[in-house]
């Protein structure tokens, strides 16, 4: 849709504008400059869909379209040839690059009105470059493209042929056979040597080999999609000039139909070969340099005892390659533009304490000489300690990286990672949330292993909605909490999660079951054998009977699973059920009148394995049961013990296996709260994440979606507003 006919300033039209563009929660943001004035505008996602809607409807319906004046100059075509917006920071908002004439980039974040500039970073030129740019008639042969860098021309058949669609327009597209495949007449890089190369690439399989250089009788390295074996990017150099020997590093699972920048560098003094998709280190592995013939730079297959084969199906672009270079991680991540990770280079920038940053998933925060890192799948990490507000983090230029007392680094370091004597390296919190710290030749020397393994479904473990008529669990294991009611005669009725009340709404299962009690408060939803599926549990004085969750009344019905405790305390009121080691099943957990905390782990429950007692966790920080909550708000799978404070306030224990385990990890504001009736709010995972979002019931359910918590990110929470009417 166009935005207006008039350019940002209002008195004219677009002519001696340029824009670029990015998404932020799939919708899109704009910078606007103007060549010759320099002026920059931003146009955020609100101005941005109002703009839309305007000129859909036809209407100004008073929302707000103009847009954020940045700067009145020194933006011109000649100071910053190139712009390219994206979220380098993944802060929710588009910041900006911009690369000057002599091949400095530099990251400018926005804080909604101004940018602020990064330190700059030098961009290496290619020894050769194929942009694949002419482009031609839709279909039409590739013949020739050019190499404006080195002069190496790529020849191509009928099979490579021009595509005009997507986001490179145009690109090449070849059609796995061996007419659809760009050659040299000669080598590209000296394999014996350091070397890099770079690609962006639209795979249509698995299997291919996207980048290769000939020797006499294979080929000397090859990048290429594993298909149809692990389905990975694979970056291989050759021991021998004959037959299948080669050094091999791979990773990530190769995504069909998708633009995926590739990287792939030797450094043949340290010896280190490494691969990047997306701009990330994804592994890195030794090879020896051997001597050789090098023949044709090849783009769609390889050499293998004298025959071209496995030939690459999908699009092509920008291909770049660097002789006698490898590249540093950096320069790489630079290289991709793509963003989801944090780069910290070593240049002693003090991070100081309050600071926070996000990586798809993860936050990290850094506060009082402590250093956290939340992800859900993985959960929990810190290192350091005993500090106070004036310590600060620093990536040192030595590739040390250092937890100070104070700004001035003197005095003894609370923490460090002791990788000293590393000059150059550069330090990435990596969309997985993994804090991994690369040499310049792409080793990796320190690594916090904080990356995701996989989302838990929390949502059907822990319990939510305390014992009042609506409750919230997942009935039916897609890891999304539904919502659940029981009616005054106990009958029990289920609405599937599928979004939310304007986010896609709810599907009505109807009544699941006739219930075996009128009395709410003896009723519970968790899974207790496991299977993802929140089970009917209840009380009938101290003891528990479970009924397994087959699918309901209608839909595969129940399996009485029998009495499974006999029960530790008559008052149902002071046990809760969730899981607090991970385990995927709901345990047996009982809050005393002094507030300490005891917990059952489950093996089964009576006459199926039994219980494990494991004592007294926690001495307890209320004897208000109603206070208190067990939520999953890391993501590892354990219930956390969560306190939701007189003020409104959310404080959390985080789960580290309790006081008989590794203790506590302790988050004192995850919320600053939404209302001070601690009686309506709860926690559960609506949006199948691994992380409990914040719920306040109050006859309507009102969200937010968990960011990682107000100390971890900005914001720490979505409002998702009202996701369920009155029930």
Known sequence: TPLTDVNPTGTGDWTGWTITTALTGNLPALYARNTTTGELWYYNPTTLTNLASNAALGSTDNQPTTPTKIAANGWTTTTKPVLQAADINRDGTIDLWALDGTGQAVAYLLNGTTLTAQTAQTLVPPTHQWPLAEGGAEGSRVASTADPAGGLTLSGSTGATWNNQGIFNPNVHLNANANGVLSTSGPAVNASASFSVSVWVKPEDFGGVVLSQDGANTSR?????????????????????????????????????????????????????????????????????????????RVGDYLNTGTHQVYYPGSVSDVRTWAGTALSPDQVALLSGTPGYVLFPGDDTNHSSGTTWTA????????????????????????GGGGTSSSVLTLQADGNLVIYPQAAHTGTPLWASATYNNGGAALFFQPDGNLVLYKTDGAPIWSSNTFSRGPNNSAA???????????????????????????????????????????????????????????????????????????????????????????????????????????????????????????????????????????????????HGGWADTGQVAVGLTS????????????????????????????????????????????????????????????????????????????????????????????GWTDWGQVLGIV
Request: charged letters at 20%; one cysteine or more.
């Open 360 to 383: 798809g998933r993860a936050t990290m925060s850094f506060r009082n000489g402590t250093l956290t890192i939340s992800n859900p799948g993985y959960g929990t990490w810190t290192i």
């Open 461 to 607: 473990t822990n319990e939510s909605g305390g014992t009042g008529k609506l409750r919230y669990a997942d009935f039916n294991g897609d890891g999304r909490a539904d919502a659940i009611t029981i009616a005054d005669n106990g009958a029990i009725s289920v609405k599937l999660n599928t979004g939310g009340d304007g986010h896609g709404g709810w599907t009505d299962l109807g009544q699941v079951t006739g219930g075996v009690t009128t009395d709410r408060t003896k009723v519970r939803f968790a899974d207790f054998d496991g299977d993802r599926k929140a089970d009917y549990i209840v009380f009938n004085g101290a003891a528990v009977n479970v009924w397994l969750n087959a699918g309901g009344d209608g839909h595969g019905g129940w399996i009485y699973y029998g009495q499974v405790a006999t029960g530790a305390i008559s008052n149902p009121d002071q046990v809760r059920f969730a899981d607090f080691d991970g385990d995927g099943k709901t345990d047996y957990i009982i809050t005393q009148a002094s507030g300490a905390v005891g917990v059952f782990l489950n093996r089964g429950g009576d006459g």
């Open 624 to 715: 208000d049961r109603s206070r208190i909550r067990w939520a999953d708000l890391d993501g590892d799978g354990k219930a956390d013990y969560t306190v939701v404070n007189p003020d409104g306030s959310v404080t959390s224990y985080i789960n580290h296996g309790g006081d008989t385990g590794n203790g506590w990890v302790i988050r004192s504001t995850v919320s600053t709260g939404h209302t001070t009736t601690q009686s309506k709010v709860d926690f559960t995972d609506l949006d199948g994440d691994g992380r409990s979002d914040y719920l306040v019931i109050d006859g309507t359910t009102h969200a937010w979606l968990s960011n990682g918590g107000d100390d971890f990110a900005t914001p």
């Open 221 to 297: 390295f090859m990048l290429f999609g594993d298909g149809p074996g692990t389905k990975q990017w694979k970056f291989c150099l050759a021991r021998v000039d004959s037959g299948w020997s080669y050094d091999c590093v791979s990773g990530n699972t190769v995504q069909l139909g998708v633009w995926t920048h590739l990287g792939a560098t030797y450094n043949a003094t340290t010896k280190e070969m490494a691969l990047y998709v997306n701009g990330i280190d994804i592994a890195a592995t030794s090879h020896n340099p051997v001597a050789g013939t090098d023949g044709s730079f």
